[in-house]
């Protein structure tokens, strides 16, 4: 039903974004968030047609299926206020001091829309990260147009989605090409598109060998663009001594919980829980191990999911010194994730790349240290994540700074007693970390923050007032927020 996109309509939908381009970026603030208001009125038009497809096409429950969708609408409405407010645009003003010597010129500095952005759906976020998700709304907010290219997971679902978006954008008034949707199972589509020389810059969530291959297309484009790409991340937890020792069986359950929420298919789950030997850690091992073997197996998002997951199992658990602690009671059925829990000594995980490797879905690996020298070891040789957690009390964490600054080092979100599970829409959240786990750390795809991926900054020196764009006029007719002389202003 739904065909790869031809080469000569992927050229007939750049050359439409980049004519809307030049249009849609000098829309108002207010007109970008008040297109991003009307594909949430859009959304909660489709009512349950839209969550009944997505049931249809990825095996997800319908109650989380509508907090997602919940969760998007929020997202739309957060961003387009931060759209208007102004703040992410870093308006900088430094006025003219002629008597200096040499004199200084005036010089004003704001973030400018980058162009046309190819946007990758996820598999596992059907409305949240996939059509008008984050990296689409952080576009729209910028100021930029958005291609979409459908995950074939779930086609139909993004198609009603893609028709919502073009819905609002004729609603209110705006340009042919301000959105695309188009389809594509062969990777040459995904070079296609970001090979285009219109493409200006790309938003991915998903495996690390797509999103590692979408950044090497970028780089070896004539003129190379930007990347965001999440691309998965196993999410370490340090259980700290102090704090194992008062509440092993509390952080066991707690942790049985998140390794298996949504049959482990978050980017945020838990794949790595680090602690050192003692008898409190084989307390919590024995009784996550308990906890796991009560959870029934999950269907997961598709067969290509399931199949991952059972062949990077398998291939975790043939690993020399590696130990199966315990799996569901319940045998899976087809396109089932069976919850798994194994354990290997800090020395072999150390030596063994394939143990730091994400295994997408419920399963985690309890790794033993002989000692904290071990413990900040095994932090060192751990790639860039998304998250990074310590179980710890306040002494566990004044007493072992080594460890600490060593597994901030690798993250993007560091937690403090608590689960990765969860990611919060927020102007502080970061939803980014170090390579591998995205390619670019300084960036969030989670809240409002992220519009800048998609701007670039530009300055102007010595333009008179009125030729200025009102973002850096002196009288600030927008009235936003601008450090004017080094000094916070409105």
């Not at 990758?120 to 910028?142: I, L, R």
């Not at 333009?463 to 450090?483: C, H, Q, S, V």
Request: aromatic share 8%; net charge negative; proline share 6%.
């Amino acid at each position: 039903m739904f065909k790869d996109v031809t080469t000569e309509k992927i050229n007939a939908v750049m050359q439409d974004a980049w004519t809307a381009f030049h249009v849609y970026r000098k829309a108002s603030l207010k007109q970008r968030a008040d297109f991003m208001r009307a594909i949430v009125f859009e959304l909660e038009e489709c009512g349950d047609l839209l969550i009944q497809t997505a049931m249809k096409e990825t095996n997800l429950p319908e109650a989380r299926l509508r907090n997602e969708r919940t969760r998007t609408i929020y997202q739309l409405e957060s961003y387009a206020l931060a759209c208007e407010k102004g703040d992410w645009l870093e308006a900088r003003i430094d006025t003219a001091i002629p008597g200096k010597n040499p004199p200084k010129p005036d010089i004003r500095k704001m973030l400018v829309p980058m162009g046309p952005v190819v946007v990758f759906g996820s598999s596992n976020f059907p409305f949240a990260y996939s059509t008008a998700g984050g990296d689409t709304a952080s576009a729209f907010a910028a100021g930029c147009p958005v291609i979409v290219k459908a995950h074939p997971a779930h086609p139909q679902t993004s198609a009603i989605v893609a028709e919502a978006i073009l819905h609002a954008a004729d609603k209110c008034n705006l340009p042919k090409g301000i959105f695309a949707h188009v389809n594509g199972v062969s990777f040459e589509v995904g070079k296609a598109l970001v090979m285009h020389p219109y493409t200006r810059a790309v938003g991915f969530t998903g495996s690390y060998a797509g999103g590692k291959q979408l950044f090497d297309w970028a780089n070896q484009r004539k003129e190379p663009i930007p990347v965001f790409a999440e691309m998965g991340s196993v999410n370490p937890v340090f259980l700290l001594p102090e704090k194992l020792r008062s509440a092993a069986a509390d952080i066991a359950t707690m942790y049985a919980g998140s390794v298996t929420l949504g049959v482990g298919q978050f980017c945020t789950n838990p794949g790595l829980i680090i602690g050192i030997e003692s008898e409190a850690l084989q307390t919590f091992i024995h009784d996550l191990g308990k906890a796991i073997q009560s959870i029934a197996p999950g269907t997961m998002l598709h067969q290509g999911i399931a199949d991952a997951f059972v062949t990077k199992r398998e291939e975790a658990l043939m690993q020399p010194d590696v130990h199966l602690v315990a799996e569901s009671a319940i045998a899976p059925s087809e396109k089932q994730g069976q919850p798994t829990i194994a354990t290997v000594d800090g020395k072999t995980f150390i030596k063994n790349p394939v143990l730091h490797k994400e295994v997408f879905g419920p399963y985690s690996m309890v790794v033993r240290c002989a000692d904290m020298k071990e413990m900040i070891e095994v932090a060192k040789h751990l790639e860039g994540q998304l998250t990074a957690t310590l179980m710890a009390t306040n002494n566990d964490v004044s007493n072992n700074d080594e460890l600490v600054e060593a597994v901030k080092n690798i993250c993007g979100r560091f937690i403090l007693n608590g689960v990765p599970t969860g990611v919060e829409v927020c102007l502080s959240m970061h939803h980014g970390g170090p390579f591998p786990a995205t390619t670019d750390a300084r960036f969030t795809s989670v809240g409002a923050d992220a519009i800048k991926r998609f701007a670039r900054p530009v300055a102007f020196q010595n333009w008179p007032d009125e030729l200025l764009p009102d973002e850096l006029k002196n009288g600030n007719p927008l009235g936003i927020w601008r450090t004017v002389n080094s000094e916070l202003s409105k």
